[in-house]
């Protein structure tokens, strides 16, 4: 397994745009499909996006404002999100899985107010 430690999130604005980092400790990176959850108050962890090598996946919520992109050289994984929404508000998690195996991060949380 790997352990993963987020960073980046914070309070924003209506609008704003933050990016979230999460950096893998351990090997293998490559083979591990990264994905980010978030999770809000009294609400079900739900995926956000997803990435393995080149091809990238996004809830519907965030299509077209959210960005996932992964560095293998850092063993990182960031999420840039633009034009963020109070209802982006939420704690942010990293996952790293495959098929025998899943860790999480500690999560990060992400504020949007004004």
Do not use: H
């Not at 404002?65 to 939420?90: G, H, W």
């Amino acid at each position: 397994q790997v352990q993963l430690v987020e960073s980046g999130g914070g309070l924003v604005q209506p609008g704003g745009s933050l990016r979230l980092s999460c950096k893998a400790s351990g090997s293998m990176f490559t083979m591990y499909v990264m994905k980010w959850y978030r999770q809000a108050p009294g609400k079900q962890r739900e995926l956000v996006a997803a990435i393995l090598r080149g091809t990238t996946n996004y809830a519907d919520s965030v299509k077209g404002r959210f960005t996932i992109s992964r560095d293998n050289a850092k063993n990182t994984v960031y999420l840039q999100m633009n034009s963020l929404k109070p209802e982006d508000t939420a704690v942010y998690y990293c996952n790293a899985w495959k098929s025998d195996s899943s860790s999480w991060g500690q999560g990060t949380q992400v504020t949007v107010s004004s």
